[in-house]
């Protein structure tokens, strides 16, 4: 890293950094920490300052516990605190360029995870794209998302991901990005999040385009039931939620309990091969996932905003592999969820001999990909298709030789991130570097040409928009090729 590079805000003047050919801006507050009586509140603007503002180191991460999908992606150990809603950017120049923005929104299901963690780095998509890369860091678990009447709305974690695009909004251009070409890209909880963001009258014109990946739509609690759990939790801590001072009780405990805590709640609320954590975003009304889906495909469309959606081919298998009470799943559990699912505990024999060899686990795997995270893709794609909106899928089906992750959740982000280098989850472990150095070279690409214009396609690999009959889906693996049948409905 060389000399210090500065920008000057309406907020203040920042001191950023040159990384060779880009330069860095960390820890950028984009809202006020929300800490004392602004826990749970709305993000409010964040306060001017004097002089020239550090923005050379990492900031702290939301308050979080470890990651669930750990044994998979790797650990990380950083700074948490409640103060974390800041950026992290990285541009070829501040320049006042306008070049394409990419926002993006990191998983972890709603409780772990930053925008600014190592994982993330935005470097090598910036470069490759000549665009700026914003990473987001949003409050997590019941600090982002616990919904009591008269304290909380449950929604606070999405609130701070809108106050992070109001910001790009303003302050964007100073970095040398286009406010106006702004995509919102994220994975997991982060695509989950756009598919909510979509739908909600205060992101109106914050975001041209949306790339979501590995998103499997959420319902969330009701407010009745998110309210519940608020309520459990102040048990738990040892407040009486009829007192008159609970709420603020509530707002002075300790965020650390509150993150221990909320885990015995997800316990206690956990149902057989269920993924969902015990404070996620309360319910936006839908009465169901299709219902939901409808509306962020409805608004996209209402918007004139771009898609491009995806999925690994066995986004279970994370979950599962790293659970040992999965390994040999119970078979009248497994017999309910294939009813509830596929219609039939008899469908058990279809995916099993779809998979030769398979495990009892792997079948599940299957069955819980295709059910979350496959039909709804297809079913958001068909809607935006019907409507003429531009939309773009694919599946990643890359896999190292008999790893026993398979193409799992998460296992796309090194490559369209380009990290897969720095990264090395033992996810990717004996994979072939230089097939992973292609792979990411041609995803990156992809990615940003989609940032740029809204068509991921590149010169010498077309990449058809997706429409019926013929539904093409961009595959990724050892070949990189359209399919047509995957997502058929």
Known sequence: MDKAVRVRLELGELAGVRDGELVRFRAVPYAAPPVGPLRFAPPQPPARWQGVRDATRPGPIPPQPPSRLRAAMGDYTREQSEDCLTLDIVTPAPDGARRPVVVWLHGGAFLSGAGSLD??????????????FVGVNYRLGPL??????????GLMGLRDQTAALRFVAAHIGAFGGDPENVTLMGQSAGGISILRLLAMEETAGLFRRA??????????????EAAGRARRLMAL??????APDAADRLRAAPAAELITLQ????????????IDPAFPPVSDGSASVAEFTRRAAEAAVRRGVD????????????????DPAMETPDPAKMADLFTGLAGSAGAMAFYAQRRPGASARDVLGDLVTEHRF????????DQMARAGRPVFVYRFDWAPPGSKWKACHCIELPFVLGTWRHWEPPMIAGGDPAQMEALSGTMMRMWASFARGGDPSLVDLPWPRYAAPDRPVMRFGELIEPAFTRLAC
Request: charged fraction near 20%; aromatic fraction near 8%.
């Open 119 to 132: 994982w993330y780095d935005g470097a090598a998509l910036a470069a490759a794209g000549d665009l700026v």
């Open 144 to 153: 982002g998302f616990l919904c009591l009447p008269g304290c909380a709305d």
């Open 211 to 224: 790339i979501v990946q590995s998103a499997p739509p959420r319902l969330g609690p009701s407010e009745e």
């Open 237 to 242: 801590l040892g407040i009486d939620p009829a």
């Open 263 to 274: 885990m015995q709640i997800a316990r206690e609320n956990a149902t057989f091969a269920s």
């Open 307 to 322: 898609l491009l959606v995806g999925s690994t081919r066995e986004e279970m298998h994370a979950f599962f592999v790293a």
């Open 374 to 381: 496959d039909r709804p893709v297809a079913d958001l794609a």
